[in-house]
């Protein structure tokens, strides 16, 4: 049914910039909220970004306000997460997920869909 697949992580300095990309394959993207999620080895899997149907609304996690901006094509079914100014507590397996809503929202319970993540590594 849905199908998401991210690309674009890899390596960075820091201070350096990296757009992740998910393209879904699932019918009805432009109806549904996206976000993006991330874990670092050791920690718990925490929120980074959310952008709700029509992307009119976003949300971000503090440790990226200012710095990370998601943004989202439903024409083309992809959502972006754009990372500036790149830290070394950055580093970490970012994944796609697609909602259960059309709001933006933080909480990871209300993700119906998973991507199978990206590598983003920081180095100072």
């Known amino acids: 049914q849905v199908q998401l697949v991210e690309s674009g992580g890899g390596l960075a300095q820091a201070g350096g910039s990296l757009r992740l990309s998910c393209a879904a394959s699932?019918?009805?993207?432009?109806?549904?909220?996206m976000g993006w999620f991330r874990q670092a080895p050791g920690k718990a899997r925490e929120s980074v970004a959310s952008?709700?149907?029509?992307?009119?609304?976003?949300s971000y996690a503090a440790s990226v306000k200012g710095r990370f901006t998601i943004s989202r094509d439903n024409v083309k079914n992809t959502v972006y997460l754009q990372m500036n100014r790149q830290e070394t507590e950055d580093t970490a397996v970012y994944y796609c997920?697609?909602?259960?809503?059309?709001?933006?929202?933080?909480?990871?319970?209300?993700?119906?869909?998973w991507g199978q993540g990206t590598q983003v590594t920081v180095s100072s």
């Open positions: 952008i709700s149907w029509n992307g009119g609304v976003t």
């Open positions: 997920a697609w909602s259960s809503g059309a709001i933006a929202a933080l909480a990871t319970s209300l993700y119906q869909y």
């Open positions: 699932g019918r009805a993207f432009s109806h549904y909220a």
